[in-house]
């Protein structure tokens, strides 16, 4: 594998190959030195145009665990703010002898679009409404961990919320139902795509319906935005029929879960305390973010060198 | 006196019919068509097609403004390359074509480059903001008689039925680039299963079709001659195609890519696919072929807009909506339109010369007497974009790598060769 762009590039048989590594790489972590030699002399650059707390720091955290050296470009103080192009910047890293970029960007498709700028590998650390396959990933190994199955075969899993402008959403539309799930939608149509009659999902506009039936129920973040954008009338209105409220859980099945890819927006979508859900899996998300991004940088630059020496 | 041109060897297409002849020319002017004849230059059309100069009523020469884009003489020279004689230079230049002084400078240089026509259109609104009318009679009376605001639509309703008033009063034709802005905030590709797929912000069909609507019935009230530009919808061709029924004064044309290229290649993330209006579904393809085939779309106009590689380099949504076509536009049109050769002449030349009132001098038939703008071609040569050799200063071009078929050799505006044997003369 060259490049992590999507989960569809990436493929069923790609994706059960990064959630078994990620097993070797959650190991690493629980070592009182959680850190092994295996990318020693790579360097990877992270080159984040959006802002991003858990995904930048994880990438950079999991490319230390490995011995990797670090790049951080920030937009903020970079020459882009110049005028240089993104070309120009892609070339510059490159030039400084990036092995990876991670990169995240509000436009979709710009993975694809600096592939022809470097040599690099390129990991999409999410552009725009479009992928976000590390997080499909981190989701696919957390709930693996806690059901402690490899396959999802017969899960119904209900994505809630502003599925239109979401690149978690597509990436975990497609990891999910990869895996076997059966995936449930729930939004208003105005948080839908136009059209969505070729994607192997259900639809429903109406969350109370889904609440008994669902093993996996998966809340996204509403950007207060949409509501100036006319997609919902009133954050208040969205909530009511949206939100996780302490009553909706107590509809939960017993065994069911639920997960959140963060940040939270409390009192939107969240209107309880993750801590007051028996099962959420919302730390556990976090936590394991450090060991696919391990898995993903080692598959990509690892040279098959073991993992088992000491740094 | 200038030097005589013959033709030899080709068959002449006209709108009567075909024939094979030579044709002479001299001091601007076909003299002679018959067999055997002798000239000063003599050029080879054997198994070529001989008839009237293309024009084209789309094309963005991008001068005054973005001359690092293209300038009126690589935008003539790309155009006779194409086999065109007379080109309509949209007016969304900076400054924007909406005053005298800026039209007379864009015919100014289009003489001087002396390649083909170049026929400024001009502005519906001051600025093309939409807001106030440009001085449309004082443009008119400086030769303009097809005005746009293209780029963007006339929103405002009441201000598109005042200009299509004050059109007819002066005879001129309305262009509009039908799209209501409000429905394709931000969009960057048809709204579509793909444009679900991607997370894109979608273009939706009905933010053409209801400006065509609204405009039918604008132009059914007020009487005023309209053109609709790049149309790219099947319900856009129903609605034309009943307005026609109705015997409104409206004609139609569509872009040569709006016929071969489709919506799903916005898949690949390159922004050379990204135009405005966007690349649509198959389905909408075969609906503007048949609006082709059945006269509801009278041209095929190149929306010819070229835009500097780091312009295109930028992300999808950054990157601004455009490609080139006058270069590509017969070899697209013969390879993907599926047009009987004459069809395509005449959608590519004898309509659109019609619709820009330039058909005292261009869209003739080839006879004695008769202005020579002409364009020579081979039907069945089949070639593919090298960009490297392209006459534009831009290297948009979505057809790398696509096998065109029909390929101009020679092209001769006012008696004199711009183009022979595929290699521009100046």
């Known amino acids: 594998m060259k490049h992590l762009r999507s989960i569809d590039e990436l493929g069923a048989k790609g994706l059960l190959e990064l959630l078994q590594l990620t097993v070797h790489m959650a190991e690493i972590n629980q070592r009182p030195v959680p850190k092994v030699p295996a990318l020693r002399g790579r360097t990877v650059a992270s080159l984040f145009f959006e802002d991003s707390t858990r995904t930048r720091l994880s990438f950079e955290t999991a490319a230390k665990r490995l011995s990797a050296d670090t790049l951080t470009f920030n937009v903020s103080t970079s020459s882009v703010n110049k005028g240089e192009s993104l070309r120009d910047t892609v070339a510059t890293i490159t030039d400084m002898g990036a092995d990876a970029f991670v990169v995240r960007h509000k436009s979709v498709g710009i993975p694809w679009q600096i592939e022809q700028w470097t040599k690099a590998s390129i990991i999409n650390a999410g552009d725009g409404a479009h992928q976000h396959p590390t997080q499909a990933l981190v989701d696919c190994y957390t709930i693996r961990e806690a059901t402690h199955t490899a396959r999802f075969d017969g899960m119904q899993i209900t994505i809630v919320g502003d599925i239109k402008h979401s690149r978690v959403a597509r990436s975990n539309i497609q990891a999910f139902t990869m895996l076997g799930a059966k995936v449930t939608l729930v939004a208003p149509p105005t948080l839908l795509p136009p059209d969505v009659s070729h994607w192997p999902v259900e639809v429903n506009h109406h969350l109370d319906d889904v609440i008994p039936t669902s093993d996996v129920l998966y809340m996204l973040r509403l950007q207060s935005e949409r509501m100036s954008q006319g997609h919902v009338p009133t954050l208040r209105e969205y909530s009511e029929q949206y939100s996780l409220t302490q009553k909706r859980v107590a509809r939960l099945r017993d065994s069911a879960i639920v997960m959140h890819p963060g940040p939270m927006n409390r009192g939107v979508e969240m209107q309880i305390d993750p801590s007051d859900i028996k099962n959420s899996l919302i730390h556990r998300q976090v936590a394991n973010g450090v060991s696919v991004r391990m898995a993903v940088l080692f598959d990509l630059l690892g040279s098959g060198a073991n993992l088992g020496g000491q740094a | ?426």
Not at chain 2, 131 to 141: H, V
Request: include cysteine.
């Open chain 2, 1 to 426: 006196m200038s030097k005589s041109v013959v033709i030899k060897g080709g068959t002449i297409l006209n709108q009567n019919g075909e024939l094979r002849a030579d044709v002479r020319i001299e001091n601007e002017i076909v003299v002679e068509v018959g067999a055997n004849l002798k000239g000063d230059i003599e050029l080879d059309a054997s198994g070529c097609i001989v008839t009237s100069g293309f024009v084209d009523l789309h094309a963005h020469l991008r001068e005054p403004g973005k001359e690092e884009a293209e300038t009126i003489e690589t935008g003539s020279r790309a155009g006779a390359l194409g086999g065109y004689t007379a080109l309509v230079a949209m007016p969304n230049t900076d400054p924007p074509q909406d005053s005298v002084a800026v039209i007379d400078f864009v015919r100014e240089q289009g003489k001087r480059a002396g390649l083909v026509d170049v026929i400024p259109s001009g502005c519906i609104t001051l600025g093309r903001q939409g807001e106030t009318l440009a001085p449309m009679a004082e443009l008119a009376q400086a030769g303009v008689n097809f005005f746009t605001d293209d780029g963007f639509g006339v929103q405002d309703a009441s201000l598109m039925r005042r200009a299509l008033e004050y059109a007819r009063g002066l005879g001129v034709t309305l262009a509009q680039h039908c799209e209501v802005a409000e429905l394709t905030k931000g969009a960057v590709m048809s709204e579509c299963q793909c444009c679900t797929d991607l997370g894109l912000p979608g273009w939706p069909a009905i933010a053409e079709e209801l400006m065509v609507f609204r405009d039918i019935e604008l132009v059914r009230i007020t009487g005023a001659t309209m053109h609709f530009l790049h149309l790219s919808t099947a319900r856009s061709v129903e609605l034309v195609r009943a307005a026609k029924r109705d015997g409104l004064p409206i004609t139609a044309e569509v872009t040569p890519h709006h016929l071969s290229l489709t919506q799903e290649l916005l898949a690949s993330f390159d922004s050379v696919y990204k135009v405005n209006p966007p690349l649509r579904s198959s389905e909408d393809i075969r609906a503007l072929k048949i609006g082709l085939l059945d006269g509801t779309i009278d041209a095929i106009a190149t929306d010819h807009a070229p835009h500097p590689r780091r312009d295109k380099e930028m992300s999808l949504d950054m990157a601004p909506p455009g490609m080139l076509g006058l270069e590509t536009a017969l070899g697209v049109v013969l390879a993907f339109g599926d047009l009987e050769i004459k069809d395509a002449v005449a959608l590519l030349s004898w309509n659109p010369a019609r619709i820009a009132k330039v058909d005292n001098a261009h869209g003739r038939p080839i006879a004695a007497s008769e202005p020579a703008n002409i364009c020579v071609f081979d039907p069945e040569l089949s070639w593919s974009v090298d960009l490297q050799r392209l006459a534009s200063k831009s290297i948009n071009s979505p057809y790398v790598g696509r096998t065109l078929r029909g390929k101009v050799r020679h092209t001769i505006f006012k008696g004199a060769p711009t183009v022979i044997d595929g290699q521009a003369q100046k």
